[in-house]
């Protein structure tokens, strides 16, 4: 069984650095996501896929890499947010 996961980055971020920061992480089961805990309202990139993070340069970089692949999201004040995401291969 794959398993894969759901990042939520800043869309602002400007470095890998302030990545790292800024990134929320969560398990994909069954085909749904949630991510718990407080997120300040603005946009984020979404993305699922494969890797699994470590906080190592080496992984954070291969997440920099695939912005481009990432679908941009816009959350409000004290909103829940539904996205439909496919699986993105991350190199």
Do not use: C, F
Not at 74 to 79: C, F, S, V
């Amino acid at each position: 069984m794959l398993q894969a996961h759901l990042y939520l980055v800043p869309a602002d971020a400007a470095s890998e650095a302030s990545l790292s920061q800024g990134l929320h992480r969560a398990e994909v089961e069954k085909g749904r996501s949630t991510i718990t805990g407080p997120l300040a309202p603005g946009k984020y990139l979404a993305i699922v896929t494969d890797l699994d993070t470590d906080g190592t340069v080496e992984t954070l970089t291969k997440l920099w890499r695939a912005r481009s692949k990432a679908k941009e999201v816009e959350i409000g004040p004290n909103a829940m947010v539904h996205v439909t995401l496919e699986l993105v291969e991350v190199k």
